[in-house]
């Protein structure tokens, strides 16, 4: 034999020999079964927590406001800027008032003057009467001479921007001399943009100018002439009382009305400048106000930020165009987490739940401050993890809006970005607990493997369970305390299996 061929021999043999003690060695040695890591059933201190995204908004909003007409000396700040309470935040020119109070006092010189006269004796009152009731007659016909001459002139005038001289002309009986003024004023701002036609618009506004002035003069003749009428029949202290008193209070308030102007805008607090519609030069209202915005309040309206009746409806559409706001401060120690609970979660929460609100730069304490005691249509988008686990449906199609505060709010709190929010919902208590990772994926119930330390094998178990903390569920019922059941079971592991524990915790 060649020795190619011995050798040839002898390696098939011993190929053959090592199939032989393969084969025996697998019939022969147990099968070890599927690898699988261990945890102990045994109890968890865990309270019940409610989770959703909410939008940081102020809840302390100042917002200043001016004497429309008021020329604005300085502004202090941009929008954006950050102020201490006491910055001054704009400035304004006290020469109109001190013309106004010069004005008052001199009208109250003049009833002071008026007093005298009659305490002297210089004019009776049926004088006085007689006298006044003749100008009276005489100034109402010439204001109702003018309004005929200004109804006649509104067909012809060329088209006025930001006018309606229709329906100015349609009040002109109802309207007091300030609100001619306020038309006055508005037409004149306009002139610059009339090309044509600009001699017709001058010609009625003189004649408007001329009726404020008459019925100015007809106002304080009647006022004059009532004072008269009754003179004969009140008694001296009487009279003294309605003329001087009268002018008086005239005179404080513009005075009170000079302190507000001098003092100027003061931040009333910390804050975050928000809006700033005001320039240095220029007068104060006279752009066109935007105190009231529809948008604004159907959204306060739907998101219940504010209970509101038909009379406070009423007063805010009345008060539309009325005013203006300079500036806005928000008060940044008043920064808050809004968001909507719906139906199944409302119950939860109630006020005093203590809360934390993670913004992108770290994480703040806090608790519900707020629950509106309506609810409001609307999509509710917050994702709760306690209302899957306890088989609830979700969303719905109302809900309240939630105010959270946030303790000591840093730079990363920021209106009008998202946040995260976690309201402790549950009483905190201590009972057996699983890891969320022992559950069996894909499983038509609640199960888990419990592992069988006498056999080697696990066996498939119903559980129920309550409260959880997105780590662990609290076992209601099916394990007891000391059993081991299968974390992150394999796909493969299978009812009755036996197991290979890699790692028992």
Partial sequence: MSKKKRNGIIIGSVAGVLVVVLLILMFAMPDSGVSVNLVEVKPREMSQHFTTTGEIISDGDTRYTMYSGTLVKTVNVKEGDTVK???VLATFDTSAINAEIAEKQASYSKALESYNSVVNGKVTAEQQVKNLTAQIASLEKEAESL???LTAMSGTLPEIPDVDIEALVKKLSQM??????????QILNSMPGIDEGADKVSSFSDKISKLITCETELLQLKVQNELFKTQSSLSFDEIVKMAVDTAKADLDKSVAKKEVIAAGWVA???????KVSVTAGETFGSEQSDGFDMTSLLSM?????????????LSMLGSAGSGQTGIVVADTSKYVATFTAGKYDILKLSVGQKATVTTMGGTFDGE??????TATSGSSSSFDLSSITSGLTGSSSAGCQVKVSIESPDRSVIEGFDVDIDIEIGETKEQIAIPVEALIPDSK????YVYNSETGTVSVREITFGTTDDTYYQIESGLQEGEFVVKNPPTTLTDGAKVKVEKNS
Avoid at 176 to 185: F, N, R
Avoid at 268 to 274: A, W
Avoid at 301 to 313: H, K, R
Wanted: glycine share 6%.
């Fill in 85 to 87: 309470k006491g910055d």
């Fill in 147 to 149: 309004k005929n001459e």
């Fill in 176 to 185: 007091s001399p300030e609100e001619l003024q306020a038309a006055l004023t």
């Fill in 268 to 274: 009333e607090s910390d804050g975050l400048v928000t």
């Fill in 301 to 313: 309206l739907t998101s219940g930020e504010m209970d509101m009746d038909m009379n406070s409806i």
């Fill in 368 to 373: 519900i401050i707020y629950i509106s005691p």
């Fill in 445 to 448: 119930a609640s199960s888990v």
